[in-house]
DNA sequence: TTTTTTTACGCAATCGATGCCGATAACGAT
DNA sequence: ATCGTTATCGGCATCGATTGCGTAAAAAAA
């Protein structure tokens, strides 16, 4: 099988000791230039590693830090593991990527696979299930380090990143106010997480600025985020069957407004002519669809690289840390056709043809 | 900082030596019931995990496995890695992804990160711009596991796992000239990738059946793969500026048919009125959009399970393996509107419409 | 009672690398 | 000639867990 060159070889072969070896590679002064020339060139020569699990050991620490999200085949969270990345690999570590698939359990089960001593710390963004998070709290109340990113908690006393999700939310039901649009319905995620509730509310409050009365059934709640399709057709349908039915929506991710899609396009209600919409997304894809989707657009890349940073800086840190930041990033709405002004001559002009 | 309980210190708590704990941890017959029930009891107490990377050391294997691919924000990718992760943790292996963003450097600096000995074994679909695969030879020359999926290469010996190219490729273009298009153009991706060569040859063949004759002009190759857009946007205008401009077109990729269909988008070509497509894809994203996209579906889940159980049967496996095989799955062409039957009158209609 | 066997456990080496000491020799200083 | 200093290197313990071997005491056989 596979056997690499270890400082034992590199000692026997040359007829000294691994200690002196092993100081010589790492240039060390108490060795004369004579053997750490010969030392360093037999290294090279047979392409001598440093074994990272015995530095491991010997160090208390892997190098490598773990990631846990609910999918990464999502493009919010690929592009932020992609920022994750950039930083963590120029800093020497290691990314371990674990997937809820927003499930708790599966949560629960990642983070203790990852926790027992083989990371040195955790990046995380909850599960939607997530309500409990004891599973978090346990680690941390033991001094190992945490950043929560994107869906945070706030039950926990650590570096968080987040965007303005009131922000986002305000900006994008405004926008359909300003395109003509009234009846705006919002189309979330599970209502404990942090992101739902920050949404929700930018969303009542650009209502409420423009005197647009809040309609409860307006708002309808993903427990499982979107993974269970018919959950979210479910809501959809109830949406669009509703007597006073929206002529908008406000969806709060990618997946909720793919899924949204889909049921729009099966039911035959044109975007957005019929319904308009708005995300909140990082797609890129908002671009390629057609109509061009209109979103609240989230900086995942740059997420994923401070909340990177301030882990390794945790990680790195000599003595406890107590002071806790929690860095808030801006988005930026992107405007295309899904949420066109709302004509109503032109729409009817339109709806003849397509018919 | 973040300590965990060791063998040793429950040896010490129990009046006991480490000897003793670890084998009645694992349930020896040479420790007595109590001393047994004694270490066990204590031990879930204090909630002890052995050390992942002392057993590492000892047992020279990492329980883990590296996966290198292109990009994980891509439906085929992530899906794959799904496949994989669902196996590896089933079997105790972490999984380690690393991208290279198509990039053959970073390609080889991610192979030697992970291979210096950190991983037991890797999993890898080579970049676009991989044309030489020393950094695997290497390692595979050594004894290491390697398994190579989707985009692999003849000229290493060792598992692999791929998709029927050939016959996907021919069933889209049969699928292109059943629908009316004569003049197919063929949107691929590097030329010396296995997937590209083996998808062009089944798009000659097609042609060649249906004694359509082969235009070269009509065959486009991104040396990125796409992940450089105006590579991509000059090969597709140069396919719609040609003087007998395709009624349609075989894209080889996610990447080039999303990037394809923004070049249309502003060129203001419809589809599939101008020019129809078909894709080769795991995007269940082909639903989604407007027109919905046919496209040859590619097991990806499954092409990742295949691919990590041949890995991890490598690794386990006691004496070197010299019996490769490479497993073909099949694709499945998906029909949709992208690929409607091309009607002259209505085509004729519309286009005036549309100019 | 003596010998043999079994039970139940400890010692020490091992995995690879590091780092604190201690050792040795050369060399200058006194 | 003796001592102190410096340069250069080896010995050993360490990180956490496993395991072959040795051994004391208890149990069984003689």
Redesign the interface.
Known sequence: ????ITIKDIAKALGLSTSTVSRALRGSHEISSDTKKMVIEYAEQFNY??????L??KERR?RSIGVVVC???N?FF??A??GI?SIA?NRGY????S?SHESYEREVVNVE?LA???VDGLLVSLSTETEHIEHFKN?HD????IVFFDRITDEIETHKVVVDNYKGAYDATQHLVDAGYKKIAHLASSAHLSISKERLNGYKAALAENGIPFNESYVKHCQHGGMIFTELEKAVKDLIHLKDRPDAIFSAGDRLT?SC??VF?SAGIKVPDDIAIVGFSNST?G?????GLTAVNQPAFEMGQVATELLIKLIESKR?VTEFETVVLHTEIIVRDSSAKKAEVKSGKEKKVAG
Chains 1, 2 share one sequence.
């Open positions: 099988m596979y056997e690499a590693r440093p074994n990272p699990i015995a491991s050991l892997s999918e990464i085949a493009n690929s592009q593991i992609n990345e690999y290691h990314v371990i990527i997937q696979h027992s001593r083989s680690l033991k001094g190992f380090p793919l899609l889909a396009k894809m671009d390629l669809m057609n109509p406890a």
